[in-house]
Nanobody, 123 residues
């Protein structure tokens, strides 16, 4: 099993930056692709970005491309989401999730989920 814990959320003004972390416990973290998803108030949870188990491949939703960067440090069992040029529409609860040997934009492919961290971007 993999347990995931997100951190780094908070309140930031539009145009600002935040870095989220997703720390994993359990063995074989390097077997898992990690995805970030977010859920805005009153909306369904949506895909943000994902990174392969080795970190060599990434994929982004169009809405965050060029502003967000995902990376991982397998030695620290941690995935990072650097968010720059934040917009009010980036507000939501951000979740990280793990999928063994899969890289996908589909939530159903992810086996393990964290509890989420709140990101609020004020205008």
């Amino acid at each position: 099993q993999v347990q995931l814990t997100e951190s780094g959320g908070g309140l930031v003004q539009a145009g600002g930056s935040l870095r989220l972390s997703c720390a994993a416990s359990g063995r074989r973290f390097s077997n898992y692709a990690i995805g970030w998803f977010r859920q805005a108030p009153g909306k369904e949870r949506e895909f943000v970005t994902t990174i392969t188990w080795g970190g060599g491949g990434t994929y982004y939703a169009d809405s965050v491309k060029g502003r967000f960067t995902i990376s991982r440090d397998n030695a620290k069992n941690t995935v990072y989401l650097q968010m720059n040029s934040l917009k009010p529409e980036d507000t939501g609860v951000y979740y990280c999730a793990a999928a063994e040997w899969k890289m996908s934009t589909a939530q159903a492919e992810y086996e393990y989920w964290g509890q989420g961290t709140q990101v609020t971007v004020s205008s």
